[in-house]
């Protein structure tokens, strides 16, 4: 997985791609307000492409596959979250908007939408355990799928063998 993550005054924007050998398994997108909350998810994949947005008690969007269109709609609420299976990126920014509500060592349910490699959009509870001062786990209840995050100081998650670069050059001397 590489990913890029950028700060603004008006949130964060990960973008991140999942490459299996030299085959493009996945490109996702995320913008998150400064508190977390997601603000537009895009998903691409064999299955698709797909793009919600959060609208006052709805989530809505669509998914342009192959055989045509969808159109998505799930309950959406303030504080719910918003995972794509697999992808650290939306579990660090789910994180973001628990941390000041979930302790070490507590766990909480909380409402949210899943979205699955296939690109299935539904919605969930999620129970979730912030198991450290940077550890989550973020299982879906009915099914008990699981994504498990360990985040840096700044809300980045730690993977294994990772390599950290600017994305702005410094301005030259």
Same mark, same amino acid.
């Given at each position: ?44 994949? $064999? ?36 995972? $794509? ?13 628990? $941390? ?16 699955? $490699? ?11 355990? @912030?198991?450290?001062? @940077? ?39």
């Amino acid at each position: 997985m590489t990913w890029s993550v950028a700060d603004g005054v008006r949130g964060r924007r990960w973008r991140s791609i999942l490459v299996d050998g030299n085959d493009v398994v996945g490109v996702v997108l995320l913008e998150s307000a400064p508190d977390g909350a997601p603000v537009k998810l895009e998903v691409a994949s $064999a299955a698709g492409l797909l793009t919600l947005h959060p609208d006052g008690s709805t989530l809505h969007g669509n998914v342009v596959r192959p055989t045509g269109m969808e159109h998505v709609a799930v309950p959406w609420r303030d504080g719910s979250l918003l995972l $794509a299976v697999g992808t650290p990126t939306t579990a660090a920014a789910a994180a973001r908007t628990l $941390a000041e509500r979930v302790g070490i060592g507590q766990g909480h349910t909380v409402p949210g939408v899943s979205v699955d $490699a296939q690109l299935h959009v539904r919605a969930v509870t999620y129970r979730v355990a @912030r198991v450290g001062p @940077r550890g989550w786990w973020f299982v879906t209840a009915d099914t008990g799928q699981q994504t498990g995050v360990t985040l840096d100081l700044d809300g980045i998650p730690l993977l294994a063998e990772a390599v950290d670069w600017p994305l702005e050059l410094e301005p030259p001397a």
